[in-house]
């Protein structure tokens, strides 16, 4: 009863949200209310206001809540979505294209015509400390871009006639389990930020599809709490500590948990310039009284995953080939190796006994190569030879990108900042549109290529071009 309630009261969230708008737009107490209020919202009454305005035929009258006088709001900060002000030239119909090239401050998940829709939505809700966390690349944002343009580089060659595809298979099997799409969801850390559904909404989204889903070392909730509301085991990511014996108990708490697969994170290992993330910190980085008040809310505070897993000091062996062997006898899961972006990595890697590889830059937030997954995968996939699973993340924004990263060899294809975003827009439901939006992206994609499953989809189905087609606005990040 008590879950039934949380998700009545869960769906129940856009409806309130709109009509306290509503309310607000008509109140008298706007006068006062509005210059305070936040751009995001500042554009939310904007609209109902415009759409009043609109409907009536008449300008909206607002009037002083003490003096009964009627007055104009005050001017805003310049957005891109605010009412034109008085004197100022206006349009006679809205820039759709304008709006579609940047993203759209929509009112629910199925607004959404893609998933930049819920970037611009998350934005407006997150505190900016955690947006330039998931925002943020390394250095200025060179490799973020490259993830972009390596897939906006590749040309798609569609087939125009042949034999019909009505029924499309996408499954693909990992370690012996089918799962329903290539599509997974990378592990994303301290999901709660974003959400408070966090992690759980996440899993309950990517259930419902039949998707894939890694749960970050950096989670705000536990590994049981997340495969609970997932109705099932899923893989975990790990960011090895320098002590043998605190990863040992990390491992052996989700092994006995039922976690099948364990992907140990190498691509930070030499660390990362995040210079956008500090400079919002600022000097006190997380010291700082906003982020203890929330981060170290009472004393002993630790994330879920790192919680019972300290003791007495233990060996300190090197990050090196052998670190592979020594994860595999901790807990008998498949180990994949996230973070190899070059072939000879790829065979040592096999040779060493991974069972998969994860082609991956985190994102651009590791090192600053300049250089996008996409155009690394070819000579990972020369490497592995077919021995193991290739897996890839980091840049992957549409349905095409899906295809494009299968055409080239790889086994299954994740995104992170896309689900992150619709988590933080509209928690499960905005996860769960995701997910749909890519995956109908991505079926029409093999419909136009007339390929039936996912092993007629192949290198003849795509072909580099000279330069990066990028219509998308991306000043400061955004559209990425």
Not at 98 to 112: K, N, S, Y
Not at 254 to 270: M, R, S, Y
Request: one cysteine or more; glycine letters at 10%.
């Amino acid at each position: 009863m008590i879950k039934q309630q949380a998700r009545a009261d869960e769906q129940q969230t856009g409806t309130s949200r709109r009509h306290f708008f509503k309310m607000l737009a008509g109140s008298p107490l706007l006068a006062m209310a509005y210059p305070g209020l936040s751009p995001a919202w500042q554009r939310e009454v904007d609209r109902i206001l415009a759409r009043d305005q609109s409907a009536s035929g008449r300008a909206t009258r607002m009037v002083c809540a003490d003096c009964g006088q009627a007055f104009q709001l005050p001017a805003m900060r310049p957005m891109r979505s605010s009412m034109p002000q008085a004197g100022a030239p206006q349009s006679p119909t809205p820039n759709a294209l304008d709006v579609h090239l940047t993203g759209q401050l929509i009112d629910a998940p199925g607004d959404a015509i893609n998933v930049w829709d819920f970037e611009t939505v998350a934005h407006a809700n997150t505190l900016p400390q955690h947006w330039n966390y998931i925002h943020m690349g390394v250095d200025d944002f060179e490799t973020r871009y490259a993830n972009r343009a390596g897939y906006q580089r590749l040309s798609l060659r569609p087939k125009r006639l042949g034999p019909d595809v009505p029924k499309l298979d996408t499954s693909v099997s990992l370690f012996g389990k089918r799962w329903a799409t290539p599509l997974f969801l990378c592990p994303v850390a301290a999901l709660e930020a974003y959400h408070t559904e966090g992690e759980s909404g996440a899993a309950r989204a990517a259930r419902a599809r039949g998707v894939l889903q890694i749960q970050s070392h950096q989670s705000s909730q536990s590994y049981e709490a997340i495969a609970e509301a997932r109705g099932e085991p899923h893989w975990f990511q790990l960011y090895a500590n320098q002590d043998w014996d605190v990863n040992k108990r990390t491992i052996e708490k989700v092994a006995a948990a039922g976690c099948p697969v364990l992907v140990w994170t190498i691509d930070l290992l030499g660390g990362s310039n995040r210079e956008l993330s500090r400079r919002s910190q600022g000097s006190e980085g997380y010291s700082r009284p906003l982020c203890q008040s929330c981060h170290n809310h009472q004393p002993g505070y630790q994330r879920p995953m790192h919680r019972g897993v300290q003791g007495p000091p233990g060996p300190r062996p090197a990050f090196d080939w052998d670190y592979v062997k020594r994860l595999k006898d901790a807990g008998k899961m498949k180990v994949v190796l996230k973070g190899i972006v070059t072939r000879e990595d790829a065979e040592l890697a096999v040779l060493h006994g991974a069972d998969g590889v994860l082609v991956s830059n985190h994102g651009g937030r590791a090192e600053n190569s300049l250089r996008g997954t996409i155009d690394s995968l070819p000579e990972v996939v020369a490497g592995v030879k077919g021995r193991v699973p290739v897996m890839i993340d980091s840049g992957v924004r549409r349905g095409a990108d899906i295809f494009k990263a299968l055409a080239l060899g790889a086994t299954a294809v994740g995104v992170g900042r896309p689900y992150v975003w619709g988590l933080g827009a509209f928690g499960q439901q905005g996860v769960d549109k995701v997910i749909t939006l890519l995956l109908e992206e991505f079926t029409m994609v093999m419909r136009q290529a007339r390929t039936a499953t996912l092993a007629q989809i192949g290198p003849q189905s795509v072909m580099p071009g000279a330069t990066p087609i990028m219509m998308r606005d991306n000043r400061q990040g955004f559209g990425l």
